[in-house]
């Protein structure tokens, strides 16, 4: 049986640091599953377009496509954009089959991603009772992509952190320097940022920016190509599958 053909629907990003992990990222998916065929598609700014991506494959005569947004929360992009732009881009095309699986988060794979660039900073075993955490994402207006978060930091503060606390870039509130002062008022002796997004830009800057102003101790690097991430794409492809053919054999 042919499998079908990842599709992974990234933002895209004027920043060049994006493109590259991503590409950096894919490439880590292919090493994980040799055969499985991996193509990129941006929403913005970058090429190739998701339109471009499937009128290629449908040219190809590819029968099947599991589109994966590159998103860690089922916000507007997800609900909204991805699904539009994947029903534009198959209109007139009798194949391939498209099918959109769910987003990146939440998953224990991305809080396993986070220590995993947490150690990497420094953070040793040792410091995490006397650690807070600073759980910094891009921000959203969407009320489920924040509870989300809201979330993550509850459950990540039971493993036996210090704090979590959520910080956000943009939308929403705290800035990710308010959440470090914050802490550091409150008597926490060691604060750790820990950025929620998958690639360097603009929103990741102002993360690091707020960090470094405020004084944290330590700012951890985005999730790039972490090897769980990778594995979390995966399981996200294989779940779109599980799905499709229940459908089919229902």
Same mark, same amino acid.
């Given at each position: 049986?042919?499998?079908?053909? /990842? ?6 990003? &004027? *920043?060049? &640091? !994006?493109?590259? =992990?991503? !590409? ?8 994980? +599953? ?9 929403? *913005? ?8 991506? $499937?009128? &290629? ?15 860690? =929360? ?6 909204? *954009? ?7 881009? =198959? ?12 987003? /990146? ?10 220590? %995993? ?31 989300? $978060?809201? *979330? ?5 503060r039971h493993t036996g952190w210090c704090a979590v606390r959520p910080a956000f870039a943009s939308?929403?509130?705290? +800035?990710?320097?308010?959440?470090? %002062? +914050? ?6 002796? &060691? ?15 102002? $993360?690091?920016?707020g960090a470094q102003d405020a004084g944290a101790d330590i700012l951890a690097d985005v999730l ?6 990778? +594995?979390?794409l995966l399981d996200r492809y294989d779940a779109a599958i599980a799905v499709r053919r229940v459908?089919?054999?229902?």
């Amino acid at each position: 049986m042919v499998r079908p053909v /990842l599709l992974v629907v990234a933002h895209g990003s &004027r *920043d060049p &640091r !994006h493109a590259a =992990t991503v !590409h950096a990222l894919t490439q880590r998916v292919r090493a994980a +599953r040799p055969g499985l065929r991996v193509v990129t598609a941006y929403l *913005d700014f970058n090429a190739p377009s998701v339109r471009q991506v $499937i009128d &290629r494959l449908a040219a190809e005569g590819v029968r099947e496509v599991v589109a994966l947004p590159l998103l860690l =929360t089922r916000a507007f992009h997800a609900k909204a *954009d991805i699904p539009a732009v994947l029903r534009e881009a =198959t209109a007139g095309h009798p194949r391939p089959a498209v099918r959109q699986a769910e987003v /990146l988060g939440p998953s224990p794979l991305l809080t396993a991603a986070l220590e %995993r660039r947490l150690r990497e900073a420094g953070v040793r075993p040792g410091d995490r009772s006397s650690t807070g955490i600073v759980l910094a994402s891009a921000g959203s207006t969407d009320p489920e992509a924040m509870a989300v $978060i809201a *979330d993550i930091a509850r459950e990540w503060r039971h493993t036996g952190w210090c704090a979590v606390r959520p910080a956000f870039a943009s939308a929403s509130l705290p +800035r990710t320097e308010d959440a470090v %002062r +914050r802490l550091r008022a409150e008597g926490v002796r &060691r604060i750790a940022v820990a950025p929620y997004v998958i690639a360097p830009g603009f929103l990741p800057d102002r $993360i690091a920016r707020g960090a470094q102003d405020a004084g944290a101790d330590i700012l951890a690097d985005v999730l790039g190509d972490a090897p769980e991430l990778a +594995r979390l794409l995966l399981d996200r492809y294989d779940a779109a599958i599980a799905v499709r053919r229940v459908l089919l054999t229902a």
